[in-house]
């Protein structure tokens, strides 16, 4: 156990930081990505597909992290498909999987004798009770993600700036639409443990929509969201500790307050500056 | 030698409502060359198709004497497509833009280069954003947009530049530096253009040739000329085309 202060003098509060920093950095690093291509429930679309591997797992009696993470890959590189085939739009494609991800968890779980508490930690968080195993695949995944958005967010940036132009320059569209929609997966799963499959679509998005009211380029937005949840993580364990509140639900509010304090902000500043731009020398 | 781009007798079809029929023409190397024509004409699709974004009924489509599904090295040709939509509320510098359009070359987890930036300076030079590389793109008029996604599609030195309706609602200024880095890539760099657009005055001097596609066949092929010589202006061509040309699709 590390020598940290209070609230994290801990060891179940310090393997909560060490899984929640990582969630909390790598879960907004995919969403700014889903941000810009109008699919910010998508996490939601997963979470739900994962709960259903949750139950999965409960039923079959292997692991509910790794039952999760099939069915959250399946089910994202499905939605993904249905999108890119134009086989259904983008909202009727999640709404397809969030339902019956939703309604096949209810009666596996139901099967599996398992509809109790047990559950409730993967439909709300429950970041305090992680073991060091659980900690280790997060921080894991976590960091995959990561490397990954580190090495290829250029290329992933090019596609959702226009995905017909990066067809024309030679860019595999399809696969890399794919394999973002496959990291959304691998993100929603290792959220799951800290805020819950209900809320963990909230820890992808909030901080997105407060970082690009504050930064100046993309990449600077990808440095940004990933920074604020990661606070957003550590405010809420404080917050949490201290006040005795469930810690999953908390991180989302203090996240969500971020976002309002943001946009009001930005409100202000922008009600404040003379209208039209020096930039701007058309209409 | 082939053409840089050629069209040979594409058809194409959504379900039972013909488009294209039977559509042939070629570009060669450093042809300045417009394809204009009415809504409906099939000027979209037939974009799609030489592109590779579409695949023809009938016909087929070569960039660079192969079919575009086979063309290896991608960044030949650069493409400005009507209006990149980017999320306004979501930060993206002009520079970001520009060098998106260098990822494909350089390939998708490397780290760019030396060469990459020069790249990116010059395009951004030759179409007078130098100055704006570092501002947001939400922060700028729709010209100066428009300019850095002709930007991105001239900073790897493209063969062909195709462009749809490039100078939609830009100012006279940015239709003016537009025009000349047309002109650029024309003269001194050999490379062939095929402009989509409904105004073509700030180009009208520059081309080699003109394209009209009506109802989804080719209606007129020749140097601008033959038009202007019969009292034809292609900067109002809307309004005083023949009724042979314009018209319905």
Redesign the interface.
């Known amino acids: 156990m590390l020598g940290l202060p209070w609230p994290f003098d801990t060891e179940y509060m310090q393997l909560a930081l060490g899984a929640g920093l990582v969630v909390g950095a790598s879960a907004p690093l995919i969403g700014t990505f889903l941000?810009?291509k109008?699919l910010s429930l998508m996490g939601d679309g997963i979470g739900h597909v994962a709960f259903a591997g949750v139950a999965a797992g409960l039923l079959t009696g292997l692991s509910p992290l790794w039952t999760a993470l099939v069915a959250a890959v399946i089910g994202a590189v499905a939605i993904e498909w249905l999108r890119l085939r134009r086989r259904a739009s983008g909202d009727l494609a999640l709404a397809v999987f969030f339902y019956s991800g939703i309604a096949g968890g209810v009666v596996l779980t139901g099967l599996a004798g398992s509809l109790n508490a047990g559950v409730l930690t993967y439909l709300f968080g429950s970041i305090l009770t992680v073991s060091p195993a659980d900690t280790v695949t997060i921080v894991s995944l976590g960091l995959f993600i990561v490397v990954t958005v580190g090495?290829?967010w250029?290329?992933m940036?090019?596609v959702i700036?226009?995905e017909?132009?990066?067809?024309?320059?030679?860019?595999p569209v399809d696969v890399?639409s794919l394999a973002l929609a496959a990291l959304a997966a691998v993100t929603v799963v290792a959220a799951m443990r800290v805020v819950g499959v209900l809320l963990v679509a909230a820890l992808m998005v909030l901080p997105v929509?407060s970082a690009?009211?504050l930064?100046?380029?993309?990449?600077?937005?990808l440095r940004w969201s990933a920074a604020l949840g990661a606070g957003a993580v550590v405010v809420g364990l404080v917050l949490a500790r201290w006040l005795g509140l469930a810690p999953g639900a908390t991180i989302v509010l203090v996240a969500a307050a971020t976002f309002l304090a943001t946009a009001s902000a930005d409100s202000l500043r922008r009600s404040s500056a003379r209208p039209g731009?020096p930039?701007?020398?058309?209409? | 030698m082939d053409p840089v781009l050629s069209v040979d007798g594409v058809g194409f079809s959504y379900g039972r409502h013909p488009v294209l029929d039977s559509v042939s023409f070629g570009v060669g190397a450093g042809e300045f060359v417009a394809l204009v024509g009415p809504n409906g004409s099939g000027k979209s699709t037939l974009l799609r198709v030489l592109l590779g974004l579409a695949r023809p009924q009938t016909g087929g489509v070569r960039l660079f004497g192969v079919p575009p599904a086979a063309l290896r090295n991608r960044w030949r040709v650069g493409y400005v497509p009507q209006r990149s939509v980017v999320a306004e509320q979501l930060p993206v510098t002009v520079a970001e833009v520009v060098t998106s359009g260098r990822v494909a070359r350089r390939g998708w987890a490397r780290r760019l280069r030396a060469d990459d930036r020069t790249a990116v300076d010059h395009a951004l030079a030759s179409v007078g954003l130098t100055d704006l590389a570092g501002v947001k793109l939400a922060e700028l008029s729709g010209g100066q947009q428009q300019r850095a996604f002709i930007a991105r599609a001239l900073v790897n030195g493209p063969e062909l530049l195709v462009l749809d309706e490039p100078v939609a609602g830009v100012d006279v200024d940015s239709q003016e530096l537009f025009r000349a880095s047309l002109v650029h890539m024309v003269r001194e760099h050999g490379a062939a253009v095929l402009l989509v657009s409904h105004e073509l005055s700030a180009v009208a001097d520059d081309l080699d040739r003109l394209i009209v596609l009506r109802r989804g066949k080719i209606a007129f092929d020749a140097p601008p000329g033959d038009l202007t010589a019969a009292g034809v202006s292609l900067g109002v061509h809307r309004e005083d085309l023949p009724v042979w040309l314009e018209g319905p699709g």
């Open positions: 941000v810009q109008r090495l290829g250029r290329t940036f090019s700036l226009d017909d132009a990066a067809r024309v320059a030679g860019l890399l929509g690009q009211r930064a100046g380029s993309f990449a600077a937005t731009s930039l701007r020398a058309d209409a």
